[in-house]
């Protein structure tokens, strides 16, 4: 149906009924068989989880109307960062979210290992995107939306924190419920600098795309990306602990999720929560049993029993050991109905990230190209001094990062180079966080007051240095001092100093 009453209906249902994005995790032990064993799940309230949702009937289909899809599809489960659990906060979307971009990541390929902020999401999304602040809820297109406008770092830069602020972090955010500024539901008005100055990674702008069961499928078989979607949240159809209608431990502990039967959307569309997954895969020939509102098994008329049949595989974000700790494609994967999808959920997708250029830095013990292999380890590195027998490293001590601005003196790191004899050749690595790299102009100042540039100040308007300069040392002399100067020759643009390896050989 695609006539203006039934339009209006829908939208209703979407945008005015869902007035709480249920972000509801399970973050017990497996419990056996005893179901009231399962940690009771926060909820919020918030009417975010499909906002902007345009309608399956107003958006194209993805799929060619003549492709075959196969029965079964769980390609992409390769391509899948850990499962992750979002805590006691109300932020499944920023998970939901999170781990799409990483898998984009995976599937493009020059980043193996992708582990982005969580954190720094949530924040973003509030305060840059300025997407529903007055609550922790958001939903994926504002959260991918972010990320294309202002990029995430990697975890390191601002670690996960798994409880919101209450009153002990800030007494503004004493208040329950959404009554609080939004600094409480990011956990800081501001950023921090680790992550500020972190390198951030993008994707391309997202894009609302139809939820009907083959246009998801068309994006994951032909494009082999999957598929964010939020959606409303029924209690008893994921045998969740403030169901009001009973439950099965057996689905919860395999990921079930079947279409709401009709007690179940009665009475969980007056508690109006949502919930926002990853969709990476299906099975046209999973088969599970119905069960209606008093939580029975459903029988056909010749006594049959009444199934569910096709499902979706979806990656959650409620950890490992309970939800889904038994489904086959990994714990806490869980299994959603065609149906349910089809009809509740809103689907946002964007595309493959550029490539990521990075350079390993020999001698630091990190893997800074995320290749697997680490320093001498590294096919970068093996032909360097660093690398072969009788090379020495310096790790050049930074008491002072930050980069004077138009300044001629600049930043100026000494280091020593002990041991008696004259070098044949030096080699210095650089790592520097800079918002436009022309303005730099990188020195060595020999123990003899000699200058020579490894980097000229340009019209560069790119970011950051991360690079390797190679001297001809011969005649440098040993058991010496040596400085290397950061000069910003521009005013406005700023940087820091991250690290300076020094390699000789003698």
Same mark, same amino acid.
């Given at each position: 149906m695609t006539n203006g009453p039934w339009k209006a209906l829908k939208w209703l249902m979407f945008a005015g009924l869902i007035s709480s994005v249920g972000c509801a995790e399970d973050t017990s032990e497996p419990a056996?068989?005893?179901?009231?064993?399962?940690?009771?799940?926060?909820?919020?309230?918030?009417?975010?989880?499909? =906002?902007?949702?345009?309608?399956?009937?107003?958006?194209?289909?993805?799929?060619?109307?003549?492709? %075959?899809?196969?029965? !079964?599809?769980?390609?992409? !489960?390769?391509?899948?960062?850990?499962?992750?659990?979002?805590?006691?906060?109300?932020?499944?979307?920023i998970f939901s979210s999170m =781990?799409?971009?990483?898998?984009?990541?995976?599937? @493009? /390929?020059?980043?193996?290992?992708?582990?982005?902020?969580? !954190?720094?999401?949530?924040?973003?999304?509030?305060?840059?995107?300025?997407?529903?602040?007055?609550?922790?809820?958001?939903?994926?297109?504002?959260?991918?939306?972010?990320?294309?406008?202002? /990029?995430?770092? @990697?975890?390191?830069?601002?670690? #996960?924190?798994?409880?919101?602020?209450?009153?002990? %972090?800030?007494?503004?955010?004493? =208040?329950?419920?959404?009554?609080?500024?939004?600094?409480?539901?990011?956990?800081?008005?501001?950023?921090?600098?680790?992550?500020?100055?972190? @390198?951030? #990674?993008?994707?391309?702008?997202?894009?609302?795309?139809? =939820?009907?069961?083959?246009?998801?499928?068309?994006?994951?078989?032909n494009k082999k990306q999957a598929v964010p979607v939020g959606m409303t949240f029924f209690y008893q159809s994921w045998n969740h602990s403030r169901s009001e209608l009973p439950t099965n431990r057996d689905y919860w502990k395999q990921g079930y999720v079947l279409s709401p039967n009709a007690k179940d959307r009665e009475i969980s569309l007056a508690k109006r929560a949502g919930h926002a997954i990853l969709l990476t895969g299906w099975d046209d020939t999973l088969e599970v049993q119905k069960v209606?509102?008093?939580?029975?098994?459903?029988?056909?008329?010749?006594?049959?029993?009444?199934?569910?049949?096709?499902?979706?595989?979806?990656? %959650?974000?409620?950890?490992? /050991?309970?939800?889904?700790?038994?489904?086959? !494609?990994?714990?806490? #994967?869980?299994?959603?109905? #065609?149906?349910?999808?089809?009809?509740?959920a809103s689907a946002v997708v964007s595309d493959l990230p550029e490539p990521v250029v990075k350079t390993e830095i020999c001698g630091d013990e990190i893997d800074n190209d995320s290749n697997g292999a680490t320093d001498c380890d590294d096919a970068a590195c093996v032909d360097q001094p660093i690398c072969n027998t009788g090379g020495e490293v310096i790790d050049v001590e930074i008491s002072e990062s930050a980069i004077p601005d138009n300044d001629p003196t600049g930043l100026v790191l000494p280091f020593i180079v002990e041991g008696q004899g004259e070098l044949t050749s030096m080699a210095i690595t650089v790592d520097v966080t800079h918002t436009y790299r022309g303005d730099l102009r990188i020195e060595l100042i020999l123990p003899s007051g000699?200058?020579?540039?490894?980097?000229?100040?340009?019209?560069?308007?790119?970011?950051?240095?991360?690079?390797?300069y190679e001297i001809d040392a011969t005649g440098f002399p040993g058991n010496d001092i040596y400085e290397i100067?950061?000069?910003?020759?521009?005013?406005q643009d700023t940087g820091v100093v991250n690290s300076v390896l020094v390699e000789v050989e003698r």
């Open positions: 056996g068989d005893d179901s009231s064993a399962v940690d009771d799940p926060m909820l919020i309230s918030a009417d975010v989880v499909n =906002a902007g949702w345009p309608g399956n009937e107003n958006l194209v289909n993805e799929d060619k109307s003549d492709q %075959n899809f196969p029965a !079964q599809f769980f390609e992409l !489960q390769a391509t899948q960062s850990p499962v992750k659990s979002q805590g006691s906060r109300g932020v499944c979307s =781990a799409y971009v990483e898998h984009l990541y995976i599937t @493009e /390929g020059s980043l193996p290992n992708p582990d982005f902020s969580e !954190q720094y999401l949530q924040w973003s999304s509030k305060f840059l995107e300025r997407a529903f602040p007055n609550t922790s809820g958001s939903n994926n297109d504002a959260n991918l939306r972010a990320v294309a406008n202002y /990029g995430v770092p @990697e975890e390191s830069a601002w670690p #996960y924190e798994t409880n919101e602020w209450g009153a002990s %972090n800030d007494p503004d955010c004493g =208040a329950s419920g959404d009554d609080k500024p939004t600094k409480c539901f990011t956990n800081g008005e501001t950023a921090p600098e680790s992550a500020e100055s972190a @390198e951030k #990674y993008f994707i391309p702008r997202p894009r609302w795309q139809s =939820a009907r069961v083959r246009s998801v499928k068309a994006t994951m078989f209606d509102g008093e939580g029975n098994p459903i029988f056909n008329a010749d006594g049959t029993p009444d199934m569910e049949r096709g499902f979706f595989l979806f990656k %959650n974000s409620w950890g490992k /050991g309970s939800f889904g700790s038994a489904n086959p !494609q990994g714990d806490g #994967y869980g299994w959603i109905a #065609y149906s349910y999808v089809e009809e509740f000699e200058r020579q540039v490894l980097e000229r100040n340009s019209s560069d308007s790119g970011d950051d240095i991360q690079k390797r100067a950061f000069i910003d020759t521009a005013s």
